[in-house]
């Protein structure tokens, strides 16, 4: 089964790949509740222990749920050329009331 925004979980096969996976999932769900989704690209080097979770800083898109059913087989078939009209950015966490919550930053 495929987890949402996640396109090669093979590529996370190591020690810190259920992490990556929890911190894409975590952020879908902040996401969702704005109308937007999240599509992994990479992880970055840092990573957090917010309120009992691993949080690994991520790089990806962020894309409009209107917007998903275009970008989905573009982000399957790596035609990065065509892609670059949506939000890629950089996700970093902070902790807000005991919390984590993710951080976008357009790059």
């Known amino acids: 089964m495929r987890t949402f925004g996640v396109k090669l979980k093979e590529n996370l096969d190591g020690p810190w790949g259920p992490y990556v996976i929890d911190s894409v999932v975590f952020c879908?769900?902040?996401l969702a509740e704005r109308g937007k989704r999240f599509y992994f690209a990479e992880v970055d080097v840092?990573?957090?222990i917010i309120d009992g979770m691993h949080c690994c800083d991520m790089l990806g898109?962020?894309?409009a749920d209107s917007?998903?059913?275009e970008f989905e087989p573009l982000w399957l078939a790596d035609a990065y050329e065509k892609m670059e009209r949506f939000e890629f950015v950089s996700v970093e966490w902070q902790e807000q009331g005991g919390r984590p919550v993710p951080v976008f930053d357009v790059g």
Do not use: E, G, I, L
Request: no cysteine; hydrophobic share 40%; aromatic share 16%.
């Open 46 to 48: 840092a990573q957090k």
């Open 28 to 30: 879908n769900q902040y």
């Open 61 to 63: 898109w962020v894309v």
């Open 67 to 69: 917007q998903a059913s």
